[in-house]
Every structure is written in C-alpha cells, then in structure tokens.
C-alpha cells in the first residue's frame, strides 16, 4: 500500500508541474511592468471576466440541478417498474381468487338445487356415520368458500391500492421529466450566453481575460497557501488513492453537462466516477456529495477528499494534494489538474469517512 501511495504522489507532482508549464508557454511572456495592455474600447475587460464567470456558474447550477433530477427521475421510472410488476403480479392474483369463487358457487348451486340440507340427510339417512361424515365435509366446504371469498376481498383491495399507487408513481414520473426538460432548455440558454459573450469579444480581450483570471486565481492560491489553512502531506486511503488514479486517466477529456464517463465529464459526473470506480458509490450532484457525506476541515484533506466551491456547492473538485485538485472545470474546457484556490472554496468532504 505504501508503494502505491508513492506511486500516486510522483504522479500529481508531475502532472502538477505539467500543468505549470502548459500555463506558463500559453500565457507568454509575463508582461513588463507599466505595460499592461489597456481595456479595449466598449465594457472593461475586468466587468467582461465577471460577467463570464456568473455565466459559467449559473451554467453549472443549472447543469447541476438537471443532474439531480434525472437522478430522481431515474429511481421513479424503477418505482414505476417496480409498482407495475406488482400490479401485474396482482392482478392474476386476483383473476384466480375470482374463478375459485366462482367455481365454489357453481358446486353451491348444483349441490342445493334439488336435494336436501344436511340436518334433514342426518335425521333421514339409515347410516348416521356416513350422513355425519358428509355434514363434516360441507361444513369444511363452507369454511372454504369463506377462505376464497376472504382472499377475493384482499386481491381486489391490494389490486385497487397498486392500481393507485402505479398511476400517482406515473404522474410523479411524468411531472420530473417535464421539469427536466425545462432545466435542459435553461442550461442551453446559460451556455447560449457564454457562447455569445465570448464570441463577441476581439483576440486581445480574450488574451487579457485569460491574464486576468490567472492573475486572480494565483493570488487567491497565494493566499490560501499563506493563511496556514492547509495541513501537511497525508496519505490517501486505499479508496482515495484508486479514485485519485481514475480522475487521472480522465486528464484532457472534454467537460459536457450532464455527462459521467467514460469519454466526457461534467464536475460532479467525474468525482462521482472516481469513487465508484474506487468501489465507493457516493451521490451523484456536488450538492448532493456536500450534504451527505462527512464534512472536514481543509487542514485534515487527503488525497481522494472531496472540495467543494462557491455558496451553494454547485461545484466539486477531488483533492490530489500539494494544494492542488482535478476538476472538470466547465463548458470548452477539459478535465485537468488546478489550483485548490481556482475558485471560491465552500469545504471539503470525505467520501469514504465512517
């Protein structure tokens, strides 16, 4: 285990310091004091960089929030399954309590039409024996014609209750998927205006945005480095340390809204895989994950941990260490490995916590 451990620690430092390289040949040269470029003429290029980010999480809330209801989307239509099987099971239940009281009647009908009750064949039969003999049978008789017309009773009523059930679990099902629907056409719309926005904008207002947004992240690692919040170096459990190796192999993957693997990821569909794949199912939205599993403090993260960001933990990324965390970050980027600090950090959870 302890080999394994280290195994994964070479990895992030060299994946880390990949991606600090790839950072500094895309950003250039660093610029010369003083000669920062200026805004382009129209909206400033900072209130651009604001812009896109409330876009980029509005995009992500949206996308969150129609993870979560197809997630309860898909548990009602196995409900439905699940209550129709039933149905189904009781139906024929109670297509043969209905023919077993019927056949009871007929043998009734033909048994007393023309003969005799069984206290005048007792009193009028040479053989008090054989008359007593059949009196006991069609008291047995009769108490199962109660029997079978007791569990008509119970099939109808357990047939009328599924009945219910089955139509209410459709409607339930029916009204999730039109809401899905509708949070579909809102997460388009989201990345509808991203698109625009970024489309909109020159060759020189995208360099600067990328400049800016690099700036303000490294800063905020700065800070978070600085403040002391982080702990030392901690191993992964055995279960952190194969959901930190299958975030890995995703590196360079695109981010897709809504997906979970195996070739696309959104942010919570990759931290849910990774546990999974580690033998640990956890739910499957990050504001799922924050409510469910066991909250750390920053200064405890290990390998595996769980990080989420901004208010409403609409957004996960899983802790590699050295302050550093693999996310799918949003739409047009890929699965990679990024500051801890790359955005404003809610708390950490622990997946595989007792």
């Given at each position: 285990m302890s080999g394994r451990i280290v195994r994964i620690a070479r990895v992030?430092?060299?994946?880390?310091?990949?991606?600090?390289?790839?950072?500094a040949l895309l950003a250039g040269p660093a610029p010369v004091a003083g000669a920062a470029p200026a805004d382009p003429p129209g909206q400033p290029v900072s209130s651009l960089?604001?812009?896109l980010r409330t876009l980029y999480r509005q995009a992500e809330e949206a996308s969150e929030a129609y993870n979560a209801t197809d997630d309860k989307l898909k548990r009602q239509r196995a409900e439905v399954d699940k209550l129709n099987e039933q149905l189904a099971d009781a139906r024929v239940a109670l297509t043969s309590s209905r023919e077993d009281v019927g056949r009871i009647a007929r043998e009734q009908y033909r048994g007393t039409t023309g003969g005799v009750s069984p206290y005048m064949d007792f009193l009028l039969s040479r053989d008090p024996q054989q008359a007593a003999d059949r009196s006991h049978a069609i008291r047995r008789a009769a108490g199962h014609r109660a029997l079978a017309v007791e569990r008509l009773t119970q099939d109808e009523q357990q047939s009328a209750t599924l009945a219910s059930k089955a139509r209410k679990a459709l409607d339930v099902q029916q009204t999730l998927a039109?809401?899905?629907?509708?949070?579909r056409d809102t997460v388009r719309k989201r990345l509808g205006e991203v698109e625009r926005l970024l489309a909109s904008l020159t060759p020189d207002q995208l360099a600067e945005l990328r400049r800016l947004e690099a700036r303000?992240?490294?800063?905020?690692?700065?800070?978070?480095?600085a403040s002391g919040a982080l702990g030392g170096p901690q191993a992964p459990s055995r279960a952190g340390g194969l959901a930190v190796q299958y975030a890995l192999a995703q590196v360079g993957r695109p981010y897709v809204w809504g997906a979970a693997g195996p070739d696309s990821?959104?942010?919570s569909g990759l931290t849910s895989q990774a546990w999974a794949h580690a033998g640990n199912p956890i739910p499957r939205t990050s504001q799922e994950q924050w409510r469910a599993l066991r909250r750390i403090p920053l200064n405890q993260l290990r390998p595996g941990d769980l990080v989420l960001y901004f208010e409403g933990a609409t957004h996960v990324a899983l802790y590699l260490g050295d302050g550093q965390v693999i996310q799918a970050p949003r739409t047009g980027d890929v699965v990679k490995v990024s500051p801890l600090a790359s955005n404003p950090v809610l708390g950490a959870v622990r997946p595989d916590a007792p």
């Open positions: 992030v430092r060299i994946v880390c310091t990949a991606v600090l390289l790839a950072s960089l604001n812009r039109a809401t899905q629907a509708q949070q303000d992240v490294g800063d905020a690692q700065r800070r978070l480095l990821f959104d942010c």
